[in-house]
């Protein structure tokens, strides 16, 4: 039975950046050819005419899409965004959309979720990186390590600074995100190791499925690969020009390979994409023959190219997801070259369909180049391999699975970490530190979400298991909005804060942070006491509800982009 689905990613062609955004597409144009009523919500680049918060409507291949000019995609901002929330709800209206599925949702707001959520719809999310749990997305420290410990977000960046301009620790934007994805009724990853990272990620493994991103097959071209007039073994990286594209390791390996008198087979590599390492592609290519940069060209044109092509190359040194580039390499019966990391390893068969290498290791690159330009029958040999598994990643298979998945009963609400709603002024050194190594010094798995007042709608405070002031300021609407819920309150030691303590029950005195931690931790370890203060809290609900003044009830309207 046709479904009404709302496509949701953060760009959308022909603002196209990367893969996702060509998934995204290519799923939205197959369920619509499926006959379900499909629409999109795509971000798109704020200018003169259409600043931040604008909303556009246009169609795009017979699709209708709804542009949003988007606030920031920097990670102080692009996670969060209150009127694209409002903008999600009203299009689910209008359009009465029953499923919701999300693509990449940084620059809209993963609040974006738990909107759709409330809203009534089924939410599916794909996820294509680690972006519900690493503010990098790549899970690469600044140092280009591989972090293992995704509790750690300090190591890489202590602090954002909103539109409010309070410093926040990253741990609440980390946690904020997380709780976002939660909410969704599955999760989609298109490759295994996407699903076991998540699942150490203490996201729920029962919601996640795996399910490939599969490749259009009717429009990759493969014939058989006809050898280049001059003999040369030729080489493709598509990719974003970064460094964790492993773009530098891949220069260093041309350069080793330019150099080694030992080659006698003619060999070129073309490199298409477009990014920031753009000129230092630019400048390698006056300094070798064997280089040759395109920038960015239509997909109709890179799949021709790949069709012309040896060897795919991904010299990533991030854990890829799924590549789609590795699969365009299947679908078009072209050898592979990939790191040894992330999903290449679901989708590079090592020695029968290509060579998998250490990432970041430009002799390792250079020496499975060599294997191929020394024995152009070996990329041959593996090339008509790939051919032959290219209906394995059919995307028609795909779009069923999808199906199959929005038909399916929405599974049952399952515990989540508790809530700790944070608030009042700017977080003393102290507060960065507690919350930065909570999973240390909470004896409470799942470790609790760290949430900012300003990010806690209703849905949030459903879930809030405390209310934790920072300073000693009063803020009495805050503290209310705690008590009138019935959600017990951590609060410093002051004038204010003991006459708040006599009046209501579940109000918890703190003279430093010490003992707001043990005050945390015991009320987390301990579920009896924790009932007893939420009782109390409960309690105090109407009283705090009679003394309240008169403009807490007043009905206000935002105007907010």
Excluded at 35 to 57: M, Q, R, W, Y
Excluded at 119 to 143: I, P, S
Excluded at 265 to 276: F, L, S
Excluded at 502 to 518: K, Q, T
């Amino acid at each position: 039975m046709p479904s009404r689905i709302l496509l949701v990613s953060n760009f959308f062609p022909p603002q196209t950046v990367g893969g996702a955004e060509i998934v995204a597409f290519r799923q939205a144009k197959a369920l619509a050819g499926r006959g379900h009523h499909v629409t999109v919500l795509a971000g798109d680049l704020p200018t003169e005419t259409s600043p931040a918060g604008t909303l556009n409507f246009d169609f795009y291949e017979g699709l209708p899409v709804y542009r949003l000019a988007i606030r920031s995609l920097e990670p102080d901002e692009n996670f969060y965004s209150a009127a694209a929330a409002r903008r999600l709800k009203a299009i689910i209206q209008t359009d009465r959309i029953e499923i919701v599925h999300f693509h990449n949702v940084m620059g809209l707001g993963a609040n974006l979720i738990p909107a759709a959520k409330d809203a009534g719809a089924m939410c599916v999310v794909t996820l294509h990186d680690h972006w519900g749990f690493c503010f990098r997305q790549t899970r690469l420290r600044v140092n280009g390590a591989l972090c293992n410990n995704f509790d750690e977000c300090a190591v890489c960046m202590s602090a954002i600074q909103p539109p409010n301009g309070t410093a926040l620790p990253i741990r609440l934007r980390r946690d904020y995100v997380a709780w976002c994805l939660s909410h969704a009724d599955y999760m989609v990853t298109p490759s295994a190791y996407l699903a076991r990272t998540y699942t150490e990620a203490e996201f729920p493994a029962e919601r996640i499925r795996v399910i490939s991103n599969g490749i259009d097959l009717a429009a990759v071209p493969h014939a058989p690969k006809d050898p280049a007039s001059d003999g040369a073994v030729r080489f493709l990286c598509s990719a974003y020009l970064g460094e964790h594209k492993g773009i530098p390791v891949l220069l260093e390996a041309i350069r080793r390979l330019s150099q080694d008198a030992s080659i006698t087979v003619p060999w070129q590599v073309t490199i298409a994409g477009e990014g920031h390492l753009r000129s230092v592609i630019e400048k390698a290519v006056q300094s070798t023959s064997h280089l040759r940069f395109v920038g960015r060209v239509p997909r109709s044109e890179l799949l021709a190219l790949m069709s012309k092509t040896d060897v795919a190359l991904l010299a990533s040194i991030w854990p890829e997801n799924e590549p789609v580039t590795m699969l365009e390499a299947i679908a078009s019966g072209t050898a592979q070259i990939a790191t040894r990391t992330g999903g290449n390893l679901e989708l590079v068969d090592e020695s029968q369909s290509g060579f998998l290498v250490t990432p970041g290791d430009p002799d390792a690159l250079a020496e499975a180049m060599r294997r191929y330009i020394v024995d152009p029958e070996l990329a041959r040999t593996h090339g008509r391999y790939n051919h032959a598994r290219r209906a394995e990643f059919n995307e028609s298979t795909t779009i069923s699975r999808l199906e199959e998945l929005y038909a399916a009963p929405r599974p049952q609400a399952s515990s989540r970490p508790p809530v700790i709603v944070c608030g009042a002024g700017w977080p003393a050194l102290e507060v960065g530190a507690l919350t930065s190594h909570a999973h240390q010094h909470l004896d409470h798995r799942p470790t609790p979400r760290f949430i900012w007042r300003e990010w806690a709608d209703a849905m949030v405070w459903r879930e809030a298991t405390l209310l934790w002031l920072w300073d000693r300021h009063p803020e009495e609407p805050l503290v209310n909005a705690a008590i009138r819920r019935g959600v017990p309150v951590l609060a410093p030691e002051n004038a204010w804060a003991e006459g708040l303590a006599r009046h209501f029950g579940g109000v918890i005195l703190y003279r430093s942070y010490l003992e707001a931690l043990a005050a945390m931790r015991a009320l987390l370890s301990v579920p009896s006491l924790r009932q007893q203060f939420t009782r109390r809290a409960e309690e105090a609900a109407a009283a705090a509800t009679v003394m309240a003044p008169v403009n807490a009830f007043n009905l206000t309207s935002e105007a907010r982009s």
